[in-house]
Nanobody
Framework: QVQLVESGGGLVKPGGSLRLSCAAS????????MGWYRQAPGNERELVAL???????NYADSVKGRFTISRDNAANTVVLQMNSLKPEDTAVYYC??????????????WGKGTLVTVSP
């Protein structure tokens, strides 16, 4: 059993900042990658940022230079620092991980989502 707990969403004005955090717990042997996706109403879900076990990162072109993803391996936590937020960043943000369970099975897990609203 694996759980993801997300926090940090909310309402912010354009140009503001938010910090999203996601902590994984449960029957985890190791985490292969952690990241964030987002989905706005009427839009497809898209990758925002991903960080792998070797700290290699990937970002959507739309957030490069504004968002930074990092992880704390000891705490099984991933953080997304979002700066210079724009209205088009408004979406539900979902934390995701690929974890190797204590049964040595690789599986993907998703958080419930946290709403980020950027509005003047």
């Amino acid at each position: 059993q694996v759980q993801l707990v997300e926090s940090g969403g909310g309402l912010v004005k354009p140009g503001g900042s938010l910090r999203l955090s996601c902590a994984a717990s449960g029957s985890i042997f190791s985490i292969n990658y952690m990241g964030w996706y987002r989905q706005a109403p009427g839009n497809e879900r898209e990758l925002v940022a991903l960080i792998r076990s070797g700290d290699r990162t990937n970002y959507a072109d739309s957030v490069k230079g504004r968002f930074t993803i990092s992880r704390d391996n000891a705490a099984n936590t991933v953080v997304l620092q979002m700066n210079s937020l724009k209205p088009e960043d408004t979406a539900v943000y979902y934390c995701t991980i690929e974890a190797t369970t204590t049964r040595y099975i690789d599986m993907d897990y998703w958080g419930k989502g946290t709403l980020v609203t950027v509005s003047p």
